[in-house]
């Protein structure tokens, strides 16, 4: 594995202003062949379960990763492979599409805030609440089913109080126990346009494919604004954004995996220790179990 890539490299600094022209969509490899890039995702996965025992029993923080990227990006596939090793009782997946008339009726942190992790478990969102200030940012229309009163689009001042919004949300859950990494996946157009034919070309992938992708193509240039403006506006210390090239998909799994267990590593989680009472607790159970045996 290239060591002088580390992770830190794709970390939004707070108050930074990206610029996402100049971020790299492909680096060089982590790895030197597909036989080497599997044990190490794999070593990083079983390295990824053994903290998550530790992190359910520690019970003190909750963990949510947020993933955003444009489509095709990978955002699937990185889940799948870097989780594939947790226990699906201490990890919760959500995705989220448009919203309902019901999520409509409430404000845009709603939906997400209805499922966050509880202490002790992983929550994972295919995007989020990000949403709200990305596509809704290059589709103003959708504000008209939102039923906002005195939106403010002038000068922008709806993104920043919703960036406002954001922040101080994600400041309250750090404040509760809940560690956040967020993860944009930056996929180039070129390489979106090679996955898009293959959704095309293999008809296992045609489900994944839709005539709105080809359409949404025609607004790159709005959502990487949208998208340099978010990043530089809502990483911080407490809840930072990750820019992850995602033209290698081997790649992006090796360092979001990464990334993750350096945070997890950083907690410190152990197993509860028994105190007196629960000690001598435990030696009454275990005395009336080998009585069983005679």
């Known amino acids: 594995m290239n060591s002088e890539i580390a992770p830190g490299k794709y970390l939004v600094q707070q108050g930074g202003k990206v610029d996402l022209s100049a971020s790299p969509t492909l680096e060089p490899p982590l790895y030197s062949s597909k036989k080497e890039y599997t044990n190490v995702l794999e070593r990083q996965v079983r390295q990824l379960s053994d903290i998550q025992q530790r992190h359910y029993a520690d019970n003190r923080y909750a963990v949510l990763l947020i993933f955003q990227a444009m489509d095709a990006a990978g955002k699937d596939s990185a889940i799948r492979h870097v989780m594939s090793g947790i226990n699906p009782q201490g990890c919760q997946v959500y995705s989220f599409k448009h919203p309902s008339p019901h999520e409509l009726d409430h404000d845009f942190l709603w939906r997400t805030n209805c499922v966050l992790p509880e202490r002790g478990r992983i929550g994972i969102f295919n995007r989020s609440y990000y949403e709200e200030v990305l596509i809704v940012r290059v589709h103003p229309e959708i504000f008209v089913g939102q039923g906002i009163p005195e939106v403010r689009m002038k000068n922008g001042d709806v993104w920043k109080q919703r960036y406002r919004s954001i922040n101080e949300l994600e400041r309250h859950l750090h404040r509760n126990g809940t560690r956040i990494l967020k993860f944009?996946?930056?996929?180039?157009?070129?390489?979106?346009?090679?996955?898009?034919?293959?959704?095309?070309?293999?008809?296992?992938?045609?489900?994944?494919?839709?005539?709105a992708d080809i359409g949404e193509r025609k607004y790159w240039k709005e959502y990487m604004k949208a998208y340099e403006d978010c990043l530089s506006a809502t990483s911080t210390r407490y809840a930072p954004w990750y820019v992850i090239p995602a033209d290698d998909k081997k790649n992006a799994r090796l360092l979001v995996s990464r990334i993750i267990l350096d945070m997890f590593q950083g907690l410190r989680l152990e197993f509860p220790e028994a105190d007196a009472q629960r000690t001598e607790e435990l030696r009454e159970c275990r005395n009336m179990l080998m009585r069983e045996e005679s």
């Not at 070309?201 to 045609?206: C, I, Q, V, Y």
């Open 184 to 211: 944009f996946l930056h996929l180039s157009k070129e390489e979106q346009r090679k996955r898009f034919l293959e959704r095309i070309d293999r008809p296992e992938k045609n489900w994944k494919f839709s005539m």
